[in-house]
């Protein structure tokens, strides 16, 4: 069974300061790693995603994260947020090689950005 | 390309109700996935199809069904309705079946229980 930990509910932070948004796994196999990103009263939208490959993952809204596979992490890094970063932040794993879509999610990280 | 609609967007139903909600993927997609949301359970997996099967199923009471129709659209029913099933449900779209799939997920509906 696969689960994902978030540590922090909540991260405040300045507009124009970095951020770091945690998130470790447990799994007996390897998987796959996603970011997304709620706003509110909306769905989920993908931020980046780990295959395989690079380590270090670029994606939307400049947005990149690391996979680390002995400390079993996959941390979302921003260098400079903005207001419209405010969001709920979601990290998720699926095993590699399933025949499922499934999406097992951390509770999630809100991203507050205050001016 | 449209992306993954949901219908309806808001629901207030009373208990012992059932509900019937509906999810229309991204055209092409032929793989529907169903995610309820709630402040103390975060976010779950309630069931998954692809060309028209049930392909997996979260940990829910058999109160919750559904099935997927041959143009792809899905829909969920919830039956004999309980306080603790207010929750934001959330459908998602995906080309195929497979881990490494992209998932699309529709704006939800916000299912409330009185």
């Known amino acids: 069974a696969q689960s994902v930990t978030q540590l922090d509910s909540q991260v405040p932070v300045f507009e124009e300061a970095p951020v770091e948004l945690r998130c470790n796994y447990s799994s007996s196999v390897s998987v796959y790693l996603f970011w997304y990103v709620q706003y509110p009263n909306q769905g989920l939208q993908l931020l980046l995603k780990y295959l395989s490959g690079s380590t270090l993952v670029k994606g939307i809204n400049g947005f990149e994260a690391e996979f680390n596979k002995s400390q079993t992490s996959f941390h979302l890094r921003k260098p400079s947020v903005h207001i419209s970063d405010t969001a709920e932040y979601f990290c998720?794993?699926?095993?590699?090689?399933?025949?499922?879509?499934?999406?097992?999610f951390g509770t999630g990280t809100l991203l507050a950005v205050q001016p | 390309k449209a992306g993954v609609t949901q219908t309806p967007r808001y629901l207030i139903k009373t208990r012992g109700q059932q509900v019937t909600l509906s999810c229309s993927p991204i055209?092409?997609?032929?793989?529907v996935s169903w995610y309820q949301q709630t402040p103390g359970q975060g976010l779950q997996f309630l069931f998954e199809?692809?060309?028209?099967?049930?392909?997996n199923k979260g940990n829910f009471p058999g109160r919750f069904s559904g099935r997927q129709f041959s143009n792809s659209r899905s829909e969920m029913n919830v039956s004999t309705l309980e306080l603790g099933d207010s929750a934001l449900y959330l459908c998602?779209?995906?080309?195929?079946?497979?881990?490494?799939?992209?998932?699309?997920f529709g704006p939800g509906t916000r299912l409330t229980v009185l």
């Open positions: 055209s092409g997609h032929r793989s």
């Open positions: 998720a794993v699926n095993p590699y090689g399933g025949a499922t879509n499934k999406l097992i």
């Open positions: 199809y692809f060309s028209e099967t049930q392909r």
């Open positions: 998602a779209s995906s080309m195929g079946q497979g881990s490494y799939n992209e998932q699309f």
